[in-house]
């Protein structure tokens, strides 16, 4: 997970890490580039487990979102985002008890990561 500064009249949002899909880019393509920028892990690859639009009618963007192994062999930098980009990410690691206590305090208001995380919990992903 990351932190991510969006606005500083609203402080830091506690999100999954994320990217827009550039070019001719596929999604798991994306995913791979974003966790190595954001949270610093060079993932081989990513398993795809839920695709969804957030508002449909009202948005078209659609969100694929994916789950990955990894391990410290694979840490190949401190992440952070790219200067580039204006990131200001902070890298978080939560036990997943914590993670999903944080939804009930809303403390974590992202869709994607509260999707994310009750996938996880719905099909026993950390057992």
Known sequence: MRAEENDKSEGMSIEVCAGAIDNNDKPLETIIRETEEEVGY???TARQVLTAYTSPGALTEK????VAEYDVSMKVNEGGGLESENEDIEILELPFSKALEM???EEIIDAKTIMLLQYAQINTVLE
Do not use: A
């Open 42 to 44: 060079k993932i081989k």
């Open 63 to 66: 969100m694929y979102l994916f």
């Open 103 to 105: 939804i009930k305090n």
